[in-house]
């Protein structure tokens, strides 16, 4: 397979950035690594989840319309940094390089570790010690990587969707995953033989928006705050909960 510079690669999502938008409209970035609930892609374009409506509810509350760009969950921060979106929403500062505008946190994400229930249980992280775990390709752990060192052995997959369907065809035994997807994929199929062993990091996720935005941020900011007041935000993660 031909492989295409990162360069390139950052120019082109730039690009397509450049050309989806509008004078009136708010680019939001849609990491390409989420699996529902936080995000469905149909041919490479975000259809459905809370990132979406998210950012649908954002951008209505400033008078604007939202669009979507797709990137590689390791290429969020170039393409951010570079103009190529507004905003990238559900990340905290740790997991992307770069210098942003960073909103007060206001989602909370919990990481877990899931086992395939013929597995041995982890009660704790240094139960991994030299064990593959299943892991997203250019995803930070900066938990696991503290705990383990050396001793951690990335078994690295596109995105999570990809990691469900190797614990569950028996290709490994354990994965990290966001809580919400792992709830939320339990809830749409209660047959999967899959467990949840250790909640092992809990963070409050913000948006971070380009500082080459034309975007107010101070607005955009106030937008998100009003959202959280009103339970507009809690409503859009309620509605994935059932």
């Known amino acids: 397979m031909k492989r295409f510079p990162t360069s ?40 459905e989840g809370v990132l979406k409506d998210l950012g649908d509810l954002i951008a209505l509350r400033m008078g604007r319309r939202a669009v979507y760009v797709s990137v590689p969950s390791k290429r969020v921060g170039d393409v951010l940094a570079a103009g190529g979106a507004d905003a990238l929403c559900y990340v905290v500062p740790v997991w992307i390089d770069g210098h942003f505008n960073w909103t007060k946190p206001f989602i909370t ?26 892991t997203v390709m250019g995803y930070r752990y900066p938990e696991i990587e503290r705990m383990l060192g050396k001793r951690f052995v990335r078994e690295d997959a596109p995105n999570t969707e990809l990691n469900f369907r190797k614990l569950v065809v028996g290709r490994m035994q354990y994965a990290t995953i966001d809580q919400i997807a792992f709830e939320y994929r339990v809830r749409q199929d209660p047959s999967l033989a899959l467990r ?7 963070v409050a996720t913000q948006c971070a928006f380009s500082l080459q935005s034309k975007i107010p941020f101070a607005q955009a900011e106030h937008a998100i705050d009003a959202l959280v007041q009103d339970g507009s935000v809690a409503a859009v993660l309620n509605q994935y909960a059932k």
């Open 8 to 47: 390139l690669l950052i120019l082109c999502a730039v690009a397509h950035g450049a050309a989806i938008a509008g004078q009136q409209d708010m680019v939001f970035i849609a990491p390409t690594n989420h699996t529902m609930p936080m995000a469905r892609f149909e041919n490479g374009v975000l259809v």
């Open 109 to 134: 994400s919990n990481a877990v570790v899931v086992a395939r229930k013929d597995a041995p249980v982890v009660k704790s992280l240094a139960d991994l010690a030299n064990k593959p775990l299943g």
């Open 196 to 202: 949840k062993d250790v909640v092992y990091a809990s």
